[in-house]
C-alpha cells in the first residue's frame, strides 16, 4: 500500500532522514521506532507532504504521492494535538471531516456513529478546553480516521488515556487494519509496540537499523537464553554444554553453549534423574532490541553470573 524508498531529508548539515526504505502493507500496523532525535517526526511528515522529501520517492498503492490530491486518504495524528480549543466538539469533528472530502451529511453521519461508538454524544456542545486531556485524545483519534482513510498514522496515540479507553483504541486500530487500512504506529512504548505492531521498523540517527516482523525480530537477536525448573537440581554443571547465568531455588536461567541443543540440555537433566516442571526459551522484548541495538547492551547483562 505504500512504498517509501531511498528517502533522504536534511537540514544544514544535519541529516534527518537518511536513505531509508520500507514498504508498509495493506492491512499491515507497522511500528515506527527510535530514540528520539531518530528522524522518526522528519519521515512521518514527509509521508504525510508537510515535507517534501530530498532524493527518494513516495507511493501509494503503486503511484507517486501526491500531497494536493493524496491527503484524503491519509489520516495523521500527530503527537502535538491540533483542536481548535474555543470550537464546539461536534462543529469541529464535522469541520474536519469535510476538510478531508466528506460531503455535509455523510461528515454529520460519521461523526454522530463515532461519537456513539466511543461514547462521545453528550460532548457535542462542550469546547476542547473543557475536556481532559484523555477526552481530548479521543477526539483527536476520532477526527484521523472518521473520514475512513487507506493509511492511518498514529504518532503516540495512547498518550493520557487511562487503561480503559487505552484498550477502546487499541481494538478499534484491530478493527480498521481488519477493514484493510493501512496503520503506522509510532510510539516510545515498546510494550504497545509488540502487542499491537505485525511488523516493526527502528531508526537511529536517520537511519534504518532494523526492519521486519515482530516474531522473526525476537528470533534474530535471541541470545540461546533458557530458564529450567526441575528437582533436583544436578550437583554438577556441565560448562561445556551451558553457562548458568542465575539460580533461584529450583530454577535455573542459562545459556546454551554453541554448538549444543536444548535437547541435549533436557536429556541432561533427565539422565540425572531431575523432574523438570518448566523449560522455557527466553525470546527478548522489542525493548531489550531496542536498548541492545541502540546502546550497545545484550539481554544476559540483566543476569548476574552464579558460580556453580
Known amino acids: 500500500m505504500l512504498e517509501v524508498s531511498h528517502l533522504k531529508k536534511y537540514f544544514t548539515t544535519q541529516k534527518a532522514v537518511d536513505d531509508i526504505s520500507f514498504t508498509v502493507e495493506k492491512g499491515t500496523i507497522f511500528g515506527l521506532l527510535g530514540?528520539?532525535?531518530?528522524?522518526?517526526?522528519?519521515?512521518?511528515?514527509?509521508?504525510?507532504?508537510?515535507?517534501?522529501?530530498?532524493?527518494?520517492?513516495?507511493?501509494?498503492?503503486?503511484?507517486?504521492?501526491?500531497?494536493?490530491?493524496?491527503?484524503?486518504?491519509?489520516?495523521?495524528?500527530?503527537?502535538?494535538?491540533?483542536?481548535?480549543?474555543?470550537?464546539?466538539?461536534?462543529?469541529?469533528?464535522?469541520?474536519?471531516?469535510r476538510l478531508k472530502g466528506l460531503s455535509a451529511p455523510e461528515a454529520l453521519k460519521q461523526v454522530r456513529e463515532w461519537f456513539v461508538r466511543f461514547e462521545m454524544q453528550s460532548w457535542w456542545n462542550k469546547k476542547i478546553e473543557d475536556l481532559s486531556k484523555g477526552m481530548a485524545q479521543k477526539l483527536q483519534f476520532v477526527t484521523t480516521v472518521l473520514h475512513r482513510p487507506e493509511l492511518i498514522i498514529l504518532d503516540e496515540p495512547f498518550s493520557g488515556l487511562d487503561p480503559v479507553n487505552a484498550n477502546l483504541i487499541k481494538d478499534e486500530i484491530f478493527r480498521l487494519a481488519a477493514n484493510g487500512s493501512s496503520i503506522i504506529f509510532s510510539t516510545h512504548r515498546m510494550e504497545q509496540v509488540e502487542e499491537i505492531c505485525n511488523q516493526i521498523i527502528?531508526?537511529?540517527?536517520?537511519?534504518?537499523?532494523?526492519?521486519?516482523?515482530?516474531?522473526?525480530?525476537?528470533?534474530e537477536y535471541k541470545e540461546n537464553l533458557f530458564r529450567i525448573s526441575a528437582n533436583p537440581i544436578p550437583a554438577e554443571i556441565p560448562a561445556a554444554l551451558f553457562e548458568v547465568l542465575s539460580k533461584n531455588d529450583q530454577t535455573l536461567t542459562i545459556r546454551i553453549k554453541e554448538g549444543h541443543t536444548p535437547n541435549e540440555v533436557l536429556l541432561y537433566?533427565?539422565?540425572?534423574?531431575?523432574?523438570?516442571?518448566?523449560?522455557?526459551?527466553?525470546?527478548?522484548?522489542?525493548?531489550?532490541?531496542?536498548?541492545?541495538?541502540?546502546?550497545?547492551?545484550?539481554?544476559?547483562?540483566?543476569?548476574?553470573?552464579?558460580?556453580?
Open 202 to 219: 527502528l531508526l537511529n540517527k536517520g537511519k534504518k537499523i532494523l526492519d521486519g516482523t515482530v516474531a522473526n525480530v525476537k528470533q
Open 35 to 97: 530514540p528520539n532525535g531518530a528522524g522518526k517526526t522528519t519521515l512521518i511528515r514527509m509521508i504525510t507532504g508537510i515535507f517534501y522529501p530530498d532524493e527518494g520517492t513516495i507511493l501509494l498503492n503503486g503511484k507517486q504521492f501526491n500531497a494536493d490530491k493524496d491527503s484524503s486518504r491519509i489520516g495523521y495524528m500527530p503527537e502535538e494535538r491540533g483542536l481548535y480549543k474555543k470550537m464546539k466538539i461536534g462543529e469541529q469533528a464535522i469541520y474536519l471531516a
Open 269 to 308: 537433566f533427565i539422565d540425572r534423574q531431575s523432574n523438570i516442571s518448566v523449560f522455557t526459551e527466553l525470546l527478548p522484548s522489542l525493548n531489550e532490541i531496542f536498548i541492545k541495538l541502540v546502546e550497545g547492551t545484550s539481554l544476559s547483562r540483566q543476569f548476574q553470573p552464579t558460580q556453580s
